[in-house]
């Protein structure tokens, strides 16, 4: 069964806006162009609207039980959370990557933002009177993880005056991680909009065109039915972990074995849907787009934490 999705240019902000919105730039190398492919990916702009936590992680042999106690046999802590994720996964794709986001003004949130800039992300963020929100995170055997969340979620807010919201004009593709219902809208101003399920909430109060909704199917917080949405989202992505997930419209696709052992599971959503929002922006037939998406889950299992494999796009 063909996956390929055919999207309407004037519904979808497709190629004839993309690349009005890119002239004076470099066009996008086609794939299977070699170096050219590497530059030109370096020539497109995502960016991610969504929040970021100081996560503490202890490598475990099992969760423990209540009462038990366990004993890490190794424990790092770093900027992780759904917006710094995604941003990361980038990045790491060679995209001119930026983060519209919220941080704590203590020394935490401080410490994520330096950490994030340090990695190549032009990191545009409110800072709050409240502490940073963290995480816990246990990884067993398996390279499962279970978190814990300590605090509030800091949601960038459409208010922000620090964030430079002018310049999502100039993107290529915005995945919407988080944020408030003024953010979400304008995030619309991309001329691609990829949005995290876990935030149907505000997707439906935003009342906004999606080009793609990407949630796992395994968290039924996640879980999208037709309807849910006004308008209805132009492509709807599933995710099911090794089985692979379901794309509406076109239905299955397979999972990508991980190119390397499994560390863990931390950001594979994410950085799957930062791979889909990639692969819309470079204008990737849906099976491309999916096969991308699915690369970049698998390679956040290679590494430790909000860390992953490289994947070449």
Known sequence: M?????????????????????EGRQPLAAPGSGGREREAARDVRMTVVGHVEWVEFARVEAIPRPGGIVHASETWSQAGGGGAVAALQLAR?????????????DDLGRRAHAELAAAGIRVHAAFRPEAQRRAFCHVDEHGERTITVLGQKL???GADGELPWE?????????????????????????????????LDTLRAGGVHL?????????????????????PPLLVVSTAGALGGWAQPGGP?????????????????????AGLAYGLALDLATPEVLSLAAR??????????????????
């Open 211 to 231: 080009d793609a909704l990407v949630g796992s199917g395994e968290d039924e917080g996640e879980r999208y039915q037709t309807g849910d949405l006004e308008p």
């Open 93 to 105: 794709l060679g995209a001119d990557a930026s983060l519209f986001t919220a941080f704590g003004a």
């Open 253 to 273: 696709y397979i999972a990508t074995p991980p190119p390397g052992p499994v560390q863990d599971a931390y950001g594979c959503g994410d950085c799957f849907a």
């Open 296 to 313: 970049c889950g698998a390679g956040a299992l290679t590494g430790r934490g909000a860390f992953a494999a490289t994947i070449q796009p």
């Open 2 to 22: 063909s996956l390929e999705v055919r999207r309407p240019v004037a519904q979808y902000g497709g190629t004839g806006r993309r690349l009005e919105r890119r």
């Open 155 to 157: 949601r960038p807010l």
């Open 167 to 199: 310049e999502l004009d100039r993107a290529d593709a915005v995945y919407f991680v988080s944020g408030d219902t003024e953010a979400l809208r304008r995030a619309r101003r991309g001329p691609v909009l990829v949005a995290a399920a876990r935030e």
